[in-house]
């Protein structure tokens, strides 16, 4: 939402009177900050589902499909944000389209991770770190609509054909329909068991479902969920981890709408705002060098 505020846009849900604070005259903008947020909690309901969904999805039929459809998500995103200079109201499709399409996609992406099993922690923790890294987007964009004097609309066709070259290279050479989850293999390679190179060479592509499970995880859901005991134990760690996401989105939530008067004090709100989301943005790109340091290291305790 950063680039919107840099952006100008939904001045019609600010006040028109200004308001003094201390010596610096501000616009209120309460409205759209609570537009932002309402926008943002739908987003993140939608993310969850979405992914639950293509989480299933992909355990049944593959990763192929479901990849098309984050691809899908994503770029329908991007495509209608161009749009929502001329019509406001896209963004609730818009938004709510790129948190899915992401999330989900970071998923299937994580799964590949398993074509290499002996550095798959590592690439896990950099995939991660990536995602993490994404929190970054929109001050960097910010940057260039300042300082190239792009605008609004030219800098998400521009993700969009970032994202859609890359998409399309992991879906043509990187996209198997399924991945063996063996320790000890390291001669899986996802270029030789492309879907789309398979069946451009004239190769049979293995779509089934995936095997039956085998006794050890049936054991394991039947000693879950088979023993009233383990399944509260289980619901308690389950109920545990879904508080511990809400508070940090809850977090991430406040960071990226509008800050109460107070806290500036004596300062401009919308500058203190900017100001505080630009540090955030500058820290997130941390997230990716950092990450790489607990992959390597659960990766040499293997």
């Not at 009177?17 to 609570?34: A, K, L, Q, W």
């Not at 499709?93 to 590592?122: D, E, Q, R, Y």
């Not at 991660?128 to 987007?137: D, H």
């Not at 043509?172 to 068991?193: C, G, H, K, R």
Request: aromatic letters at 12%; charged letters at 15%; proline letters at 3%.
């Amino acid at each position: 939402m950063q680039i919107t505020r840099s952006s100008q846009l939904f001045l019609s849900y600010c006040e028109t009177e200004i308001e003094t604070c201390g010596s610096v005259n501000i616009i209120n903008c309460d409205e759209r900050n609570v537009l932002f947020n309402n926008i943002y909690t739908t987003s993140n309901i939608l993310m969850s589902l979405c992914n639950l969904f293509i989480g299933i999805l992909s355990d049944k039929i593959g990763l192929f499909v479901p990849r098309l459809i984050t691809t899908a998500l994503f770029a329908a995103g991007l495509t209608l944000m161009s749009f929502v200079e001329e019509n406001e109201s896209l963004i609730w499709i818009a938004w709510p389209l790129i948190a899915m399409g992401g999330l989900a996609g970071h998923v299937i992406n994580l799964k590949s991770c398993f074509a290499t099993p002996s550095i798959k922690a590592t690439l896990m923790q950099v995939l991660s770190g990536a995602f993490g890294t994404a929190g970054s987007v929109g001050w960097i964009i910010t940057l260039m609509m300042e300082n190239l004097g792009i605008e609004f609309k030219t800098v998400w066709w521009i993700w969009l054909t970032s994202y859609l070259i890359f998409a399309a290279i992991k879906i043509i050479f990187w996209t198997p329909n399924q991945i063996p989850m063996v320790e000890t293999n390291d001669e899986f390679s996802l270029m030789e068991n492309s879907v789309l190179l398979n069946c451009f060479s004239g190769s049979k592509v293995n779509i089934k479902k995936e095997e039956k499970p085998t006794k050890s995880e049936i054991s394991y859901l039947k000693m879950v969920f088979g023993d009233y005991k383990l399944t509260f134990n289980y619901i308690l760690v389950l109920l545990g981890y879904i508080a511990i996401v809400i508070r940090r989105q809850a977090y991430t939530s406040w960071f990226g709408s509008g800050w109460p008067e107070w806290v500036a004090q004596e300062t401009d709100p919308a500058i203190f705002n900017e100001q505080i989301n630009e540090f955030q943005s500058i820290l997130a790109l941390a997230f990716f060098p950092v990450n790489i340091l607990p992959g390597l290291m659960i990766g040499n305790k293997r």
